[in-house]
């Protein structure tokens, strides 16, 4: 069994046919999804959804979502984790972090508020004593620097894509790292070679779905223009996934699955009894 420590079930993509997405998943053996939220407004779908399938939610502000925040929701998001601190199926706060790699959000006045909204939730992670999920791109640093500043009990850097040393930093600071549909093009060469050197013990698994495709999913631009449709990315493409990693490192699925849920369930704890429970 497995678990999808990131998937956006709530996502728009997923509208005309969310049950059926979930039970497909399930019937492929992704026992749990880990649905993080990306503003305010999404705060009450993830955990009606996580509820509804017997899944698990984070509550955050994502970092492309920064610039149409407003502080209050800082004062909102702290609200919500208190009125949720019961819940069993509430196990980080995320989607947060720091986004380097979409121009609009390379401004100077864009960095620092993302840098406000980031430490900010960190604080609140802290504060509630939960796991962050972090989204990092072209920002491992300085997302390193948050949490040197502000530890966290641990978490998960999701679709992790840096290199060893970021990588092994991490990993010092209690983290995982997500590895999901980038680690399945043959050109991923770096990204390979991590999941491999790394021990498996800091690996978790993710398909960030609906986005990040797996190889056999991707249509390029031409494709696309000459009538190919782009394929739909969802949890149930988690053990595929899984078996490309589980080829690299020379593992059985077997091992592999019990080891991923082993560290998912470390870094966010909550789902220790979430998992053993029926869906």
């Known amino acids: 069994m497995w678990i999808d420590t990131h998937c956006h ?3 728009a993509e997923f509208d005309a046919d969310r049950d059926a997405v979930r039970a497909l998943a399930r019937a492929q053996g992704v026992a749990r999804c880990v649905i993080p939220a990306v503003q305010r407004s999404h705060w009450a779908d993830v955990a009606q959804l996580a509820e509804r399938h017997g899944d698990a939610y984070a509550l955050g502000i994502h970092p492309l979502y920064v610039p149409q925040a407003q502080d209050a929701d800082l004062l ?12 069993p199926r509430l196990v980080a706060v995320g989607e947060i972090g720091l986004d380097f790699f979409v121009p609009a959000l390379c401004t100077p006045e864009m960095r620092e508020r993302q840098w406000f909204f980031y430490t900010a939730q960190l604080q609140l992670a802290q504060q509630h004593g939960l796991p962050v999920i972090l989204h990092v791109r072209r920002s491992a640093d300085l997302l390193l620097k948050g949490l040197r500043q502000c530890p966290v009990v641990s978490g998960i850097a999701h679709a ?4 060893a040393q970021q990588a092994q930093a991490f990993v010092d600071m209690g983290f995982a790292l997500g590895f999901g549909g980038t680690l399945t093009y043959e050109r991923s060469l770096q990204l390979r070679r991590l999941a491999c050197d790394l021990p498996l013990s800091a690996l978790v698994l993710e398909t960030d779905a609906p986005d990040i495709p797996p190889q056999w999913l991707y249509q390029t631009a031409e494709q696309r ?3 190919a449709v782009q394929g739909r990315n969802s949890p149930a493409e988690l053990p595929r996934i899984a078996l490309v990693l589980a080829q690299l490192r020379g593992v059985s699925l077997a091992d592999l699955a019990a080891a991923t849920t082993v560290n998912a369930s470390r870094m ?5 009894a979430l998992y053993h429970q029926a869906p």
């Open 9 to 11: 079930l709530d996502a």
């Open 76 to 87: 909102a998001l702290d609200q919500a984790l208190r009125e949720r601190a019961g819940d």
């Open 160 to 163: 992790f894509n840096g290199s």
């Open 225 to 227: 223009a000459q009538g």
């Open 268 to 272: 966010l704890p909550q789902l220790t």
